[in-house]
């Protein structure tokens, strides 16, 4: 059998399994856990958030999130990180720790970190949560890109993310890539 046969005949049996957890869409494989969306029939699809896409979207990259400190993120993950890791984890180590686990507990898999400007004129940002001046840490939920925007969270894993982030009456906000001129 050829390595590709055998890549579409694990991908059929995967297929074939059902969903244990539908809001984290994970399913077993024989290497381990992978993440998969997989069709259930009958099941309905909780719907995406509400979310216009902001008016001059078409103009440049836009990231929809919070504003999050770096050092809040590595205290998350010492939280849950094996503690006989901690002692090795350098600051990497613990922010993408930390990141996955935000994943992992919110059901958010997008959820990842990008850099943003913002104008401390319209806005004010806590210290922590600037990379340098005039550039902010974002938690980005999803992008305007088409890509992105359609694989936006659901409302209930957008509500276990606010209160994981302690932000329960705040909303997240459309960003402006700092990269994109």
């Known amino acids: 059998m050829s390595m590709l046969q055998n890549e579409a005949l694990h991908q059929s049996k995967l297929q074939k ?39 001059n979207s078409h103009l440049r990259l836009q990231f929809y999130g919070f504003p999050f400190s770096r050092i809040w993120l590595m205290d998350y993950a ?42 401390p004129r319209k806005i004010s940002i806590p210290e922590d ?9 974002v938690l980005c939920l999803c992008a305007n890109d088409w890509e992105s925007y359609s694989r936006r969270p659901i409302q209930a894993s957008l509500d276990r993310l606010k209160k994981i982030l302690g932000k329960e009456e705040e909303s ?5 890539d700092v990269h994109d001129p």
């Open 172 to 176: 997240p906000r459309w960003w402006e």
């Open 17 to 55: 399994q059902e969903v244990s957890n539908p809001d984290a869409n994970q399913t077993a494989s024989s290497q381990g856990i992978t993440t998969r969306r997989v069709k259930t029939t009958g099941a309905t699809r909780p719907p995406r958030i509400t979310l216009p896409l902001p008016a």
């Open 129 to 137: 949560c600037l990379c340098e001046p005039g550039v902010v840490r």
């Open 78 to 119: 010492r939280k849950y990180a094996p503690p006989e890791k901690l002692p090795r984890a350098d600051e990497v180590d613990l922010v993408f720790f930390g990141l996955r686990c935000l994943r992992a507990f919110s059901g958010i898999i997008c959820l990842g970190i990008e850099e943003a400007r913002y104008d």
